[in-house]
């Protein structure tokens, strides 16, 4: 079973539960704006995912430009940076997949293909 985070009113994250069900993955669901991920918890995603810091940022939300964080986080220390992500889930990319040995940040089908039993 894979953790699934989302935030229910993103079309994106609506989509990928549609996949997670077509495809018969069994996950756990997350409200990813009622229970924001821990500092403990991106720390490890990130690890375990090998992609850039800056992929679990959600460059289109509201929260990301309000804050001005493109022009912002280039200046940050990555342990800054996850501070920060830690702070609030609307800052975070959604949907998440997270699996034992494996995350996936963004909703790719082609990517996702990894997760059908």
Request: charged share 25%; net charge positive; with cysteine.
């Amino acid at each position: 079973m894979v953790q699934f985070l989302y935030y229910p009113k993103c079309g994106t994250c609506r989509k990928a539960e549609q996949w997670l069900k077509a495809n018969g993955v069994a996950y756990q669901g997350r409200l990813i704006a009622e229970q924001n991920p821990t500092l403990e918890e991106l720390r490890a995603w990130h690890a375990k995912s090998g992609l850039p810091l800056k992929k679990f940022f959600n460059t289109s939300g509201m929260l990301y430009k309000s804050m001005g964080l493109k022009d912002k986080l280039p200046a940050m220390s990555e342990e800054e940076q996850l501070a920060l992500l830690a702070t609030d889930g609307m800052l975070v990319k959604r949907p998440l997949v997270i699996g034992e040995d494996f995350v996936l940040v963004g909703f790719r089908p082609e990517e996702w293909e990894r997760l059908k039993p």
